[in-house]
């Protein structure tokens, strides 16, 4: 089994920073894709970012030059380091990964989920 597990949020001020991280445990698997999605109330979950083994990455429009997507691949860690924050970034956000498990093959696995509130 493997499972993903999230931590970082919490309450910033408008124009703040918070570091998301997300921890992929369990045995005989490999993190391939690792991304980061956030839903907000009453809207869709949408993704945030992600970003490859080999480290390409890809935004969504309104978080571009604001949040950067890393990863660790030896820790299987994932981290979104969020900048200059705004109202409308106030979400659950949720860590997810396709994950290669031996014996069984690629899963998309998602973590619980880490909130994020940002106060004008």
């Known amino acids: 089994q493997v499972e993903l597990v999230e931590s970082g949020g919490g309450l910033v001020q408008a124009g703040g920073s918070l570091r998301l991280s997300c921890v992929a445990s369990?045995?005989?698997?490999?993190?391939?894709?690792m991304g980061w999605h956030r839903q907000a109330p009453g809207k869709e979950r949408e993704l945030v970012a992600s970003i490859t083994t080999g480290g390409v990455t890809n935004y969504e429009d309104s978080v571009r030059g604001r949040f950067t997507i890393s990863r660790d691949n030896a820790k299987d860690t994932v981290y979104l380091q969020m900048n200059s924050l705004k109202p409308e970034d106030t979400a659950v956000y949720y860590c997810?990964?396709?994950?290669?498990?031996?014996?069984?093959?690629?899963?998309?696995?998602w973590g619980q989920g880490t909130l994020v509130t940002v106060s004008s």
């Open positions: 997810n990964a396709a994950v290669y498990i031996l014996n069984t093959g690629v899963r998309e696995i």
């Open positions: 369990g045995s005989m698997f490999r993190a391939n894709s």
